[in-house]
């Protein structure tokens, strides 16, 4: 017997919450894509018998979903150790997560960006596996910690505990400037880079910032953190120096302003700046192709 057609457009309708969902747990579209392609894999699998017994298929696909990304994060962990370089989270552009039915809720639309920031992003990649699948599911996408603790095979007391000890470390980061002063940073911080402008950089970053590039092996960037002041300052500077074409230009990341680093024809990298309210205090500079694919 035919499966109700209702049934079928309510599963094919979550696609899109589910890459959401997939991206903020992995890291990376291409990552996510696969992940939910496995979780419809796994629906249809189903018998008709077993799929109208599922009272929410919406449900049902989001515990899926979370077991499938859970073992894969065991897996990828394996995979970065042998990463070539530093290993970052892909930037996204901005709106590519934001599910249409909440684009019309501006202040749902700002609290649905903040949650796949470059920051946010950066402090996941720190978790274990269990701790990032139970913060995202309960905290980001609101699963009852019975149904989070059935997805990671432990305890409902458990799963609180991963949860709580995923949202201290999220928590300990200092805070960032508000929406309205983060273009201003960016800006002026673009400025200075364009320019040579040493001093004007320097003023701008925190003693202890950091700067981390992906090439994925791909292409040319630091294999390693390029740690403070003075280094970060040069680095950039001397990267603009190298590539008289290049500049430092604005563009919308989804959690705000960035900077793509470009010539007129082509972006070569993508960067996003963690900020305090009085300095830049990470420089995260994406040049892994292979992750710039909503860029091209």
């Known amino acids: 017997m035919r499966h109700p057609d209702w049934v079928s457009d309510e599963v094919l309708s979550e696609r899109r919450r589910l890459v959401a969902l997939g991206y903020r747990m992995l890291g990376t579209v291409a990552d996510a894509e696969d992940a939910v392609q496995e979780t419809y894999a796994r629906w249809f699998r189903l018998s008709e018998e077993e799929r109208r017994d599922v009272r929410s298929p919406a449900a049902w696909l989001t515990r899926v979903a979370g077991r499938v990304c859970l073992d894969m994060l065991g897996s990828a962990r394996a995979r970065r150790e042998q990463y070539v370089g530093e290993w970052l989270p892909e930037p996204l552009p901005a ?10 809720d501006p202040l749902e639309r700002v609290t649905l960006d903040d949650q796949v920031g470059a920051a946010l992003m950066v402090v996941l990649e720190s978790l274990s596996p269990a701790e990032r699948v139970a913060f995202v599911l309960h905290d980001v996408f609101g699963m009852p910690f019975a149904e989070v603790a059935e997805t990671v095979g432990r305890s409902p007391d458990a799963v609180r505990q991963l949860a709580s000890s995923a949202r201290r470390r999220i928590r300990s980061a200092p805070p960032a400037p508000p929406a309205n002063r983060r273009e201003g940073i960016v800006l002026a911080f673009a400025a200075a880079a364009n320019t040579g402008d040493l001093a ?7 003693p202890r910032v950091e700067l981390r590039a992906d090439g994925g092996g791909v292409v040319s960037a630091a294999l390693r953190p390029v740690r403070g002041v003075d280094h970060v300052s040069r680095f950039l500077v001397g990267v603009l120096a190298k590539h008289p074409d ?3 230009r604005p563009l919308d990341l989804v959690d705000g302003p960035g900077l793509a680093l470009a010539d007129a024809h082509e972006i070569y990298a993508v960067i996003s700046l963690g900020l305090t309210e ?3 205090t990470d420089v995260w500079l994406m040049r892994n192709p292979d992750k710039l694919t909503g860029w091209r």
């Open 95 to 104: 709106g590519q997560l934001t599910d249409a039915s909440s684009a019309t």
């Open 200 to 206: 004007g950089l320097v003023a701008m970053l925190d």
């Open 246 to 248: 290049w500049q430092l």
């Open 278 to 280: 009085g300095a830049v």
